[in-house]
């Protein structure tokens, strides 16, 4: 992308930028692709994502369908070709279509981060609660992994009713073809719960051990344009007896049957050991980091602007709603739930001038002490931002999207977060004087990766 910059303020940059046709087509595939996965899409070998929602929404022109969403889609690109990190997202401003095989031209006006001072470098002192593992966590999580591998023992006959467990054999057949996956001679199975759809449990509703019944249920599938239908199934059920669920004794055995990848009991719970104990010792660091960065934070001077305050609190009452959305709740309910209208607005107050004072003095940190970032340092950041992927993946995503100038200010303030716990004081609560002495979670690994524990 060919972008030219001038200074017209302070802390504003004018960019004049032209997409070629390559960074064209690759917004508009990318606009395209989020299209299609939000109206359910599915995606068929050998074919573009335009031609799958043609075939399966019936839309022509994909491109003109997204071009906006395409459009807001390539300021980052010029903001990470001059390596600018701006005060908030620009908008672009432009004359003319968006059309894959050309090139295009847009200006974006960028609010440059602005940078504060502390009163202070020197190294910050705090007192924190020591770190401790409890052991009983893990026989409690292997008290719940038990409920879900139950073993059933036989009770008396009587008419099945939803919620039942029960003992069944099953032959399923669709337009006189046999249903090999739903087949079986002797199957626990629990009525009500979603296993197979409503229609089928409605047929079993009454019968006993010994009755046989054939009926038709309801299930769903695909039609020839990939739209979804339901379909007529033919089941042939016989009951062979009614069950309940008890959990299991955990001992060798039921390891050996349900994890035969540890060689023991013992050898699960030591595994569990390790893993559910670095998982607490990565949340109690975030935990002291977090104590240092507010106490670092009380050093900031400066004022931030209103603009600044807004811009922010709209990005997080964003990120907000869609987290409420993704749970099923409506925004109104949440507010409910949270004190309604007043008390959320303070709460998103605080929550907004801490997010900035906090991220704020993370940068004047990592400026005043010249610290540097690497690739480890990104991948690290990574990490932390989707920790169950790949960071190499997240690390291409980032990429691909333009948006590596929000990955490096992650990155930098994590640098500034671990230089302020590294060359601080951290005092463990009711004694100043001790230093926290409790393994960090790579001496843990370290310690055990001789054994044949398997690490998660």
Not at 390 to 418: N, V, Y
Not at 426 to 436: F, H, R, S, Y
């Amino acid at each position: 992308m060919k972008v030219n910059m001038r200074k017209t303020s302070d802390n504003t940059l004018r960019l004049e930028c032209v997409a070629n046709e390559k960074e064209v087509g690759h917004v508009l595939d990318m606009a395209s692709w989020a299209f299609a996965e939000a109206n359910g899409v599915q995606p068929q070998p050998g074919k573009t994502v335009g031609q799958c929602c043609q075939e399966q929404l019936g839309i022509k022109n994909l491109d003109s369908l997204v071009e906006k969403d395409a459009v807001e889609l390539l300021p980052p690109f010029a903001l990470d070709e001059k390596e600018i990190i701006p005060a908030w997202p620009p908008k672009p401003i432009i004359d003319g279509a968006l059309k894959r095989g050309d090139s295009f031209r847009f200006v974006i006006n960028v609010t440059t981060k602005p940078e504060y001072e502390l009163t202070s470098y020197n190294p910050i002192t705090i007192d924190v609660p020591p770190f401790r593992f409890d052991d009983s966590v893990v026989e409690a999580q292997l008290n719940q992994m038990v409920q879900g591998f139950p073993q059933f023992e036989t009770v008396d006959p009587k008419p099945l009713e939803m919620g039942d467990n029960c003992l069944i054999a099953l032959k399923c057949f669709e337009d006189g073809e046999e249903l090999k996956n739903l087949t079986t001679e002797s199957r626990s199975y629990k009525l009500g719960v979603g296993y197979m759809p409503p229609s089928f449990d409605e047929g079993l509703l009454g019968m006993q051990p010994g009755d046989e019944k054939e009926f038709t249920f309801k299930a769903p599938g695909v039609d020839a344009e990939g739209k979804p239908t339901e379909n007529d199934v033919q089941a042939q059920v016989r009951i062979i007896e009614i069950q309940k669920p008890v959990a299991p004794e955990p001992n060798d055995e039921w390891v050996s049957m349900n994890f035969p990848m540890y060689s023991s009991l013992q050898a699960l719970k030591d595994d569990m050991t390790l893993t559910m104990s670095m998982q607490a010792r990565r949340e109690y660091d975030q935990q002291v980091e977090g104590m240092a960065i507010a106490e670092a934070a009380k050093r900031f001077t400066g004022k931030i602007s209103d603009e600044m305050y807004e811009r922010t609190r709209e990005a997080i009452i964003q990120n907000l709603q869609q987290e409420v959305a993704q749970q099923g709740m409506s925004w109104e309910q949440f507010m409910q739930q949270n004190g309604g209208e007043q008390q959320m607005g303070m709460m998103l107050m605080l929550q907004t001038r801490e997010m900035l004072v906090q991220g704020f003095t993370l940068d004047a940190i990592y400026r005043h002490e010249k610290l540097k970032i690497g690739d480890n340092d990104l991948l690290k950041a990574c990490n932390t931002m989707n920790p169950g992927a790949d960071p190499r993946q997240t690390l291409a995503r980032f990429k691909d999207g333009g948006r590596m100038f929000a990955l490096r200010e992650t990155a930098q303030r994590m640098k500034a977060a671990q230089w302020l716990v590294s060359t601080g004081t951290i005092n463990p609560l009711g004694d100043p004087t001790a230093a926290v002495v409790s393994p960090t979670a790579q001496e843990v690994a370290d310690a055990l990766k001789e054994s044949d524990i398997s690490l998660h």
